[in-house]
């Protein structure tokens, strides 16, 4: 008996320690960063597919088969949008050196009409830093999407895992979980199997909910700047798109570097995008969010904008975009153990 239970502690011992052990590597080699981020990206495209996967594995089709379609899919889907976007993209940064000399030179001649005016000493540092703010945010913005885009051919052969990675998430990902189970005590199984049940379905909801939402945002952010002739629209709309993923914050993101855009053409194009762009985020809020998403997370604004605002400062924009499912995460598990345990 006690050989059993020496054997149990030195199970969850060596559990631990190999999870502080995986913790302290992660924040000391970025090699072990690299590997966790591509984890992470895979399950997180293996755990977006989940629900296509169970509803293929109704009309017959066995976990394998059904991973393997999504997957080769999602393959397709992703170079097919490389072979429209791509060219569209490198189109518009031929011209990206000239739109933000446009920009440096509308931002100083804004900024000098401005100028007399802040006579007060305290106007005239509140003036210089909302100049220097917004000069470093726009040239930010632009050289963080082609860095990102840089580092997308430099990493090619790492991103092109990510799809065997997901397959193997989505085929086996049962069998993956039941092995972590056997770490934990028999008798909290069952519990921690249920719980995870219940984070898997407001969590999912919530994720897909929001890629649909993204994607529907990226495409009507399209064709209003197409409409508008706004330069860079497929840039603009992809960056709209992507922010649109933190809510309440994302959509000001999104919105702003194309009214500044249409700002260098003329006054009356900017407010014409920012009406254009307002309207467009009050049918998403009020019309598509609650027909797509409904009440899935059950979260007040206000605990989801102050989880906003932690997870900013504690990482950043992606912070920011992992702030709600980890809220979601604590809700769920606080919620069920005081149903199970109280």
């Not at 293996?46 to 089709?61: G, N, V």
Request: aromatic fraction near 12%; proline fraction near 4%.
């Amino acid at each position: 008996m006690k050989e059993i239970k020496r054997k149990k502690l030195y199970k969850y011992v060596m559990f631990f320690v190999v999870i502080l052990f995986v913790i302290f590597l992660s924040l000391k080699s970025s090699v072990v960063r690299e590997v966790l981020y591509l984890l992470f990206i895979s399950f997180t495209i293996a755990y977006t597919l989940k629900p296509i996967q169970k509803r293929m594995e109704q009309s017959r089709l066995s976990k394998r088969t059904a991973a393997l379609i999504l997957i080769c899919i999602l393959i397709l889907i992703v170079l097919a949008a490389f072979v429209v976007l791509i060219p569209s993209m490198l189109k518009e940064s031929l011209n990206l050196n000239n739109t933000l000399e446009s920009i440096q030179r509308f931002i100083d001649k804004f900024y000098l009409k401005l100028k007399p005016i802040s006579n007060n000493k305290t106007m005239y540092i509140i003036m210089d830093n909302i100049y220097e703010k917004i000069n470093n945010y726009l040239i930010g913005v632009f050289a963080n999407v082609f860095d990102a885009l840089l580092n997308v051919g430099q990493n090619i052969v790492t991103i092109a895992v990510i799809p065997i990675i997901s397959y193997y998430f989505l085929s086996d990902g049962d069998y993956i979980g039941n092995k972590l189970l056997n770490f934990l005590p028999i008798k909290s199984r069952n519990m921690i199997r249920k719980i995870s049940c219940d984070i898997d379905k407001i969590l999912g909801r919530y994720i897909v909910s929001q890629l649909l939402l993204c994607m529907i945002i990226g495409i009507a952010t399209f064709v209003i700047l197409i409409a508008l002739k706004v330069n860079f629209p497929v840039i603009l709309s992809l960056l709209n798109a992507f922010f649109n993923i933190v809510p309440y914050f994302g959509p000001i993101f999104g919105a702003v570097p194309a009214i500044f855009i249409a700002l260098i053409d003329s006054p009356q194009k900017a407010l014409w995008t920012a009406v254009w762009l307002y309207v467009l985020q009050q049918i998403e809020g009020n019309i598509l969010s609650p027909k797509i998403t409904g009440d899935s997370i059950s979260m007040h604004p206000l605990i989801v904008i102050l989880l906003l605002i932690i997870g900013g400062e504690a990482a950043g924009f992606l912070g920011m975009i992992l702030a709600v499912p980890i809220g979601v995460i604590v809700k769920v598990v606080y919620e069920d153990l005081n149903y199970y345990l109280f």
